[in-house]
């Protein structure tokens, strides 16, 4: 089935859950914050939300580190 990532076009497998998409997707799923068809998706719910053809994810990962102050 077609979904769109980040703005990018890809084919992922029928039936996925949301939680399951992120292991399709090689992301770890504590360090990322999803919208799906312009609606924050709560952590809460990846595991219930099944992927539809066609839609749309917005995926925010974060990124350790820091920043030195002068």
């Known amino acids: ?4 990532v980040n703005g990018d076009r890809r ?3 029928d039936g996925l859950t949301v939680a ?7 992301m770890r799923a504590n360090r990322v914050a999803i919208e799906r068809n ?9 595991q219930a939300t099944q992927v539809q053809p ?3 994810f917005e995926i925010v990962q974060f990124v350790g580190g ?3 102050l002068p």
């Open 66 to 68: 820091g920043y030195d």
């Open 1 to 4: 089935m077609q979904i769109i």
């Open 54 to 56: 066609n839609d749309s």
């Open 11 to 13: 084919e992922v497998p």
């Open 38 to 46: 312009r609606e924050i998706l709560p952590r809460a719910q990846w």
């Open 20 to 26: 399951a998409l992120l292991e399709v997707l090689e």
